[in-house]
């Protein structure tokens, strides 16, 4: 300890350690500085952008909010709204769609159409197809930008060689008597072919006994776009399955029928609510009928109420009144 204090410079080794004062020195005490006053900032401003101007919508069906709107118009047979050659007509079968060159009258269900007239409608009546003027093909998305990879795309009736990967595989018409082929057909009888052997059906049925891939019928019943989901099925296979749930299995058999009808099919099995319609032996996907699709959901009618709420002859009133007599009298014989 004394050659450390006998060092030049530096009384202390530890001289940079702030040191107190001497134990008899008296000390000064300063008042504590008050806090930091929170700051009281201005309210925020209003932007003063201009409000930008609605758009017009591409299309009648965007100019109401269906679930939120209280438009009720009484309407009776006839033409309710037209645009050109597309019209919206009130007739026996509820609401229809009139387009040039269509086959039949398009509905958005063809199983469920109430057997009254419809009253009046909840939105302004339109078209729920794609305006003729759209420039591109509707896929409910705007359009893709442009991939650098260039992906190799094949038709399905010109596949490329067996065995390359992704390459789903396309059933060609059939099955054919031994030493016939496919027939150009344009009817429906000429597309169906002769009938089917309960052979080729049990062979038909088999593999989609247990297979998933089917088209569901909710409580709407047929609408409009499973025409164009059943063809799609048909694309891939000789029978579409279709599983009825709900309202519809009440009365199957108006469901079959309308099946039939508007797909041009055969319904060669039929379990309960499950329905197997067979494509035809002379089907060609290329030839099919093509129909629009509906890309909004149409407006709805308004039917009468299936249980009146007073006899005939008798106002809402009247029978109301009735009823409490009714009800006191039973009250009192009790």
Request: proline share 14%; charged share 20%; aromatic share 8%.
């Amino acid at each position: 300890m004394v050659i450390l204090a006998t060092l030049p410079g530096s009384s202390s080794l530890f001289s940079s350690l702030p040191q107190g004062p001497p134990p008899n020195a008296s000390t000064t005490s300063t008042p504590p500085q008050p806090p930091i006053p929170i700051p009281k900032y201005p309210p925020p401003l209003k932007s003063q952008k201009s409000p930008r101007p609605p758009t017009k919508p591409s299309t009648p069906a965007f100019k109401t909010v269906h679930h939120r709107s209280k438009y009720y118009k009484p309407v009776s047979d006839g033409v309710i709204a037209s645009d050109g050659d597309r019209s919206v007509v009130i007739g026996e079968s509820g609401v229809s769609y009139l387009l040039a060159g269509a086959p039949f009258e398009f509905q958005f269900s063809y199983s469920e159409t109430p057997k009254a007239k419809p009253l009046a409608i909840r939105e302004p009546a339109f078209l729920p197809f794609a305006p003729p003027t759209m420039p591109r093909p509707w896929t409910g998305k705007a359009p893709l930008k442009k991939s650098k990879k260039k992906i190799p795309l094949f038709d399905s009736f010109n596949p490329p060689p067996p065995g390359t990967k992704g390459v789903k595989r396309v059933e060609m018409p059939g099955p054919f008597p031994l030493g016939k082929f496919p027939v150009e057909g344009r009817t429906r009888e000429e597309i169906l072919g002769e009938p089917l052997s309960k052979a080729e059906i049990r062979m038909l049925v088999k593999p989609y006994l247990s297979h998933n891939r089917q088209v569901n019928l909710g409580r709407d019943g047929l609408t409009h776009n499973m025409l164009e989901l059943i063809h799609s099925h048909w694309k891939r296979q000789r029978v579409c399955k279709v599983w009825c749930k709900g309202v519809p299995t009440i009365d199957m058999d108006n469901v079959c029928h309308h099946l039939e009808e508007k797909t041009g099919g055969k319904i060669i099995h039929r379990v309960g609510g499950v329905v197997y319609l067979f494509r035809g032996r002379n089907y060609n996907y290329r030839t099919r009928p093509q129909y629009p699709v509906m890309l909004w959901k149409p407006a709805a009618p308004v039917y009468p109420k299936l249980i009146q709420e007073a006899p005939e002859g008798l106002t809402k009133f009247e029978a109301d009144e009735l009823r409490m007599k009714g009800k006191i009298l039973y009250q009192s014989v009790d």
